[in-house]
């Protein structure tokens, strides 16, 4: 099982996660922040994996350290549970629809960071939360995990149809990435032999 806990404490958040690469979707959010809850249960349910996040953040503020931190941690951990890479398919992608909005998620599992964020949300938040901070969050994760990662919305009207269709697309296409190849048991996915 493909497996990591991770802590992070800062003098802004307090943040810990647990991932399992090969699980069931089940998942526990408490961030302290209900739309992201709900975004992170999309990676963790059209991904297969089972993610917990626990997170104190300084929100009398804003929520913009607590996203970035569970972004960065969520990356750790990822980075620690996908482990050598040796023999997984490396890439990923999906397209989903949500009603009027369809977006597109392509993931390398490069070992080099890299976001390409093409997304204009229809209104600045969704109930409480800034929509600026999914892309946050994204950086965050790619930072850390080392995974190429491009997030197109094409189309749609409606803010949280975007952003769910964007956690929903990203989910689904790291399950496509971390899958494991038979032809490639114990090969790197790579010709430069690491990644």
């Known amino acids: 099982m493909r497996i990591a806990e991770v802590s992070r404490n800062t003098l802004e958040t307090r943040i810990a996660v647990s991932i399992n690469l090969d699980g069931t979707g ?3 959010f408490s961030t302290g922040l209900p739309f992201l809850d709900h975004m992170l249960d999309q ?3 059209h991904g297969m994996m ?3 996040v626990e997170a104190q953040g300084d929100l009398h503020i804003d929520a913009h350290h607590t996203v970035e931190d569970i972004g960065i ?3 750790q951990a990822f980075a620690r549970a996908i482990g050598d890479k040796k023999g ?3 890439y990923g992608h999906a397209y989903v629809p949500l009603d009027e909005a369809l977006s597109r998620v392509v993931l390398d599992l490069s070992g080099r960071p890299g976001l390409e ?3 204009e949300f ?3 938040r969704i109930g409480e939360f800034d929509v600026d901070l999914i892309h946050e969050f994204f950086q965050g994760f790619v930072n850390h995990a080392q995974v190429t990662l491009h997030i197109d919305n094409l189309r749609g009207d409606n803010a949280h149809h ?3 269709t964007i956690f929903k697309a990203f989910g689904r296409a790291l399950r496509m990435a971390v899958q494991s190849d038979s032809r490639m048991t114990g090969i790197m996915p790579s010709t430069k032999g690491s990644l």
Do not use: H, P, W, Y
Request: proline share 0%; glycine share 8%; aromatic share 4%.
């Open 122 to 124: 229809m209104r600045a």
């Open 117 to 119: 964020f093409g997304v």
């Open 88 to 90: 997984v398919c490396r």
């Open 26 to 28: 089940v998942s526990k």
């Open 50 to 52: 089972d993610i917990n």
């Open 43 to 45: 990676i963790a349910r």
């Open 73 to 75: 941690t969520l990356g």
């Open 162 to 164: 975007q952003a769910e």
